[in-house]
């Protein structure tokens, strides 16, 4: 036998022991894990951080909160119904959380004007002046168009009570 073929029979017994170049991954012979290997998503990391940053603060949670509004410099609002707020006075610290919606401040004019400050105050004011111009150029009627007068009907002269009487 030459060198050669004695080299080909040991790689075919190799290969025939285990399993080829394949390196082998689990199956007879193999080592067994000591434990299973969790996989924690970044944001259960992340809440369970914030959670011990939140207990070391000593926040203790208010009840009875609706809705909270946050007023940014843009004239939007982050809307908060229903949230769960915390508060650690020591630490001069709030924490609110929950569902939010972020809306422009008209949205919601009719309940928040008690809520708003000084600089929100004029942001209402150049938003009601530029509503009222809109309006009055919305109001214009082009040249050589006509009032159209077809959904109001014209009052009556008399009496409506002396009409409906009479029948």
Do not use: C, W
């Not at 080299?7 to 290969?15: F, N």
């Not at 006075?89 to 004019?109: F, H, M, V, W």
């Amino acid at each position: 036998m030459t060198d050669a073929a004695i080299a080909e029979a040991r790689a075919r017994m190799i290969a025939k022991r285990f399993g080829g170049s394949s390196v082998a991954t689990g199956g007879k012979g193999t080592m067994r894990r000591k434990k299973k290997a969790t996989s924690r998503s970044s944001a259960a990391q992340s809440d369970a951080k914030l959670g011990v940053a939140l207990k070391k603060l000593g926040a203790t949670n208010i009840p009875g909160i609706e809705e909270v509004n946050f007023f940014k410099e843009d004239g939007k609002v982050i809307h908060f119904v229903n949230p769960r707020v915390q508060a650690s006075i020591q630490a001069n610290t709030y924490i609110i959380s929950g569902p939010n919606e972020t809306k422009p401040l008209q949205d919601l004019l009719p309940s928040i004007v008690s809520q708003l400050g000084m600089d929100n105050i004029s942001q209402l004011q150049n938003f009601a002046a530029s509503a009222s111009a809109g309006a009055a150029a919305a109001g214009t009627i082009p040249e050589g168009e006509e009032e159209d007068d077809d959904d109001v009907p014209d009052l009556v002269e008399g009496n409506f009570e002396e009409v409906s009487e009479e029948k």
